[in-house]
């Protein structure tokens, strides 16, 4: 019965009917995705109004956890800041008080963050107008390119590039009003939905490998120096003798004569044994000179416990802001979420899920073919 409404094919054949059937799925499905692929150029305008200029801006507060450290606010339109009032508090400067900043008139703050977002989808919307969906092999390549900008123009919004951050990329002091000094560092950078303000403030340092070599070339001559006036012919160690005396004395060698001493004594009965007198001054010395050495390091590592100070600058704390040494005094950072910016994250979420869904269709639909 079964056989008679469905006779055995030849194997040729059903594989001939198999790949006519693969052919017509995947013309219909290329006419799907022309229709799907334009209705998210839609969603890619959306995404680039509001980055444009001509939107209404969003105010964002900026303001220090449980502390006077950094508050204010700024404006940001667009891809821009440009407006800004900013009062920081910290110790290290204007020795305390508090420091109102502004953007001065005529300046703005860009975030480039924002303007490689806005490159990526415009890179979209060019791939968009182009594709032609006549040919599988040229969709799928435009598709994966278009997949490909999408997630950078995500990620240039959602993670900080280095590029952009200190001690590579700071505001200028003379956008803001009054001018910042050379020892202030601002960033304003995008993470994660929010705009983030970090302020530094810097001491100049001298480099770490000419500090280094200074302090061995000082200790090396001061070592020089020292064995050079002991072992010198002129210079009197013991009074009453030279250095080579001295020496030869406590090596066993012979005897000196005191400037004062009577005829009838000979040296050799009524001088003290020189060799144990070095020795006990040496060792005496050395001594002393530990425990000194014992008693200012533990005072040091006891007021640099206290006061929270290290002896030494930490690698990590040490940069190369334009062109000199830098070490950061104080940092304070503070992130202000942008509602803006929330929504262009959750329509580049859905941009990404629509083309990745649409990519993987036609990579099952042309490897049945």
């Known amino acids: 019965m079964t056989t008679a409404v469905y006779p055995i094919q030849d194997l040729s054949a059903a594989l001939n009917e198999e790949h006519k059937v693969s052919i017509l799925e995947l013309a219909w499905l290329l006419n799907d995705l022309s229709a799907t692929i334009k209705s998210l150029a839609d969603g890619l305008e959306e995404c680039l109004a509001l980055l444009r200029s001509d939107q209404p801006g969003s105010t964002l507060v900026l303001s220090s956890n449980r502390s006077e450290a950094l508050k204010g606010f700024v404006l940001r339109v667009g891809q821009n800041i440009v407006k800004a009032d900013i009062h920081l508090k910290l110790s290290s400067l204007n020795k305390g008080q508090v420091c109102s900043l502004s953007i001065a008139e005529g300046k703005v703050i860009p975030l480039a963050q924002l303007g490689d977002c806005a490159n990526f989808l415009t890179v979209c919307l060019r791939v968009i107008k182009e594709m032609d969906f006549v040919e599988p092999a040229l969709v799928l390549s435009q598709l994966r390119k278009l997949l490909s900008n999408i997630r950078y123009a995500h990620i240039s ?131 002393a000179s530990t425990s000194s050495t014992k008693s200012t390091a533990s005072t040091t590592s006891w007021l640099g416990s206290i006061l929270g100070r290290r002896r030494q600058t930490d690698p990590s704390n040490m940069f190369l802001y334009k062109g000199q040494y830098v070490k950061s005094l104080e940092r304070i950072t503070v992130q202000s979420l942008d509602p803006g910016l929330m929504a262009l994250i959750s329509k580049l979420n859905v941009l990404e899920l629509n083309i990745g869904q649409a990519l993987r269709k036609l990579e099952i639909a042309m490897n049945w073919k």
Do not use: C
Request: proline share 9%; charged share 10%; glycine share 10%.
């Open 157 to 287: 919004i959602r993670n900080v590039s280095p590029a952009f951050q200190f001690p590579y990329t700071t505001i200028e002091p003379n956008v803001f009003t009054p001018e910042i000094p050379e020892t202030v560092a601002v960033d304003l950078i995008i993470s994660e939905s929010g705009v983030i303000a970090d302020v530094r403030t810097l001491m100049p340092i001298d480099p770490p490998a000419a500090s280094g070599n200074g302090s061995i070339a000082s200790s090396s001559s001061n070592a020089t120096r020292y064995r050079q006036n002991s072992t010198s012919g002129g210079s009197s160690i013991f009074r009453g003798g030279s250095a080579k005396s001295v020496a030869t004395i406590a090596g066993g060698g012979g005897s000196i004569t005191p400037r004062s001493q009577p005829p009838g004594l000979t040296s050799q009965s009524t001088m003290p044994d020189l060799t144990r007198t070095v020795t006990n001054i040496s060792t005496t010395s050395s001594l």
